[in-house]
């Protein structure tokens, strides 16, 4: 496998780091770390979907990243929540769009690391249950329940369902 | 079908992952049932609402960076560790370009004689930072659990090789569970036991030749290793307990793995 094919999954792996990191400087900074294992285990790595197999290494590098931030994230969560250039949409979708994209962004990121994962995933990277059960390390069923329980807090934070509780 | 099982599958549904016999008892159910018809249009309202979201492509500068640091990890072999303890919006990695354009260079000049210590030099020192690491940086382990049978499928897909797990509780060195780790330029499976408040990691990898067999040593810092090789595997123990200890416990150890 060349470096090459791995960088095509670039902006996937850089997509689920900034999500699930909050941040660009820490999104860009696992991206990094993540890319480093990748090519450490290039060579012996297991059978089947590369960008699965990469954006699983991304995840658990976010969580060692969220273990060994803990501490500094709960000081400047707020912070970071709230200072946001990475995203690029384009200026009609800023027009259209602007008020719910902040707010599904502002729901996402509300979530729970556990069911924002499998947001990410599904929603925006649209990964197969298998493949997501694959990245997380978890059974398809698991995977289900999740995705269920996340769209249900989504949309209750969105009032999708009409203002019903 | 009835409302509780369209209500437990309309996300599959609605994501394409039902299978054709299910996905059309859905369509049945929902033909004659308003409150499940609205439940399925309010999931696939949320999906569409869900494709405004933002989506994070990589700056280019970010691009740059990985294909320079990845190149500087070919170039020498060792992917460099990224420094847990930078501060937020450090930008440590921009020296790493210089030092990837140098390496490049340094190879396309040719005959570039490797400088590196001895490997079992490199290794160990590679192996004491590792377990200086896991107790710094609040990650000694990913799985924790004090069952080989927990600890040992744990690994299965991480890494390609199966790491022998022993319990060795009842000879007073309990194991704390597993963690994935780089050691060198090895993908390792770390295994963690403890003796009394002493933490102990073992790191295992597939041996590449050259590991001497059971080695004993300590160095400046107050940690010893004692590594083997076992059946085509390198073992390194590490641990800042009275190296007579760890010496008894590798070879608890290797007895245990060894068959």
């Known amino acids: 496998m060349s470096d090459e094919s791995l960088l095509s999954y670039l902006d996937a792996a850089h997509n689920l780091a900034r999500w699930l990191m909050g941040n660009p400087a820490d999104a860009e900074d696992v991206v990094q ?128 369902d009409g203002g019903r509780p | 079908m009835t409302c509780d099982g369209v209500e437990h599958l309309v996300d599959a549904y609605v994501d394409g992952e039902l299978d054709s016999e299910r996905a059309l008892a859905v369509d049945a159910h929902v033909a004659g049932c308003a409150a499940c018809a609205a439940r399925l249009e309010r999931t696939r309202a949320l999906a569409r609402t869900m494709k405004t979201a933002p989506y994070f492509r990589a700056p280019e500068a970010l691009a740059q960076r990985v294909r320079a640091t990845t190149a500087a990890a070919s170039a020498t072999g060792r992917p460099r560790q990224p420094d847990a303890t930078r501060r937020r919006q450090s930008r440590w ?43 710094m940086a609040e990650h000694l382990t990913d799985v924790i659990s004090s069952d080989r049978h927990t600890v040992k499928p744990w690994f299965a897909g991480r890494i390609d090789f199966s790491p022998t797990v022993a319990d060795l509780g009842s000879e007073g060195f309990p194991l704390i569970g597993g963690r994935l780790d780089y050691i060198d330029h090895h993908a390792a499976a770390a ?21 001497p067999t059971h080695a004993t040593r300590s160095d400046g810092r107050g940690y010893h290793v004692v590594y083997w090789t076992n059946d085509g595997v390198a073992i390194w123990v590490v641990s800042d307990l009275a190296l007579d200890e760890l010496d008894a416990f590798a070879q608890k150890l290797d007895a245990a793995t060894s068959h």
């Open chain 1, 33 to 160: 770390e993540a890319y480093l294992r990748a090519l450490a285990g290039a060579q012996r790595r297991r059978d089947g979907d590369e960008r699965a197999w990469l954006l699983s290494i991304v995840r658990n590098a976010c969580y060692s990243s969220h273990r060994r931030q803990r501490v500094r994230r709960a000081e400047d969560f707020d912070e970071t929540r709230h200072s946001d250039p990475g995203a690029t949409p384009s200026p009609e979708q800023l027009a259209l769009e602007g008020e719910t994209s902040r707010r599904v962004q502002s729901a996402v990121e509300r979530l729970a690391l556990e069911f924002r994962e499998v947001v990410v995933l599904r929603e925006f990277e649209g990964l197969s249950y298998k493949e997501i059960a694959d990245v997380v390390a978890v059974p398809i069923g698991t995977v289900m329940s999740r995705l269920s329980r996340a769209r249900a807090q989504l949309q209750a934070a969105l009032a999708l």
């Open chain 2, 93 to 135: 990695w921009l020296w790493l370009i210089p030092v990837a354009s140098a390496a490049v260079v340094l190879l396309a000049v040719g005959g570039l004689v490797s400088r590196r210590a001895a490997p079992d030099e490199v290794t160990m020192e590679a192996v004491i930072d590792g377990h200086v690491r896991s107790l």
């Open chain 2, 191 to 211: 295994l963690i036991y403890k003796r009394r408040g002493h933490v102990i990691n073992v790191f295992v990898w597939p041996a590449s030749g050259g590991v």
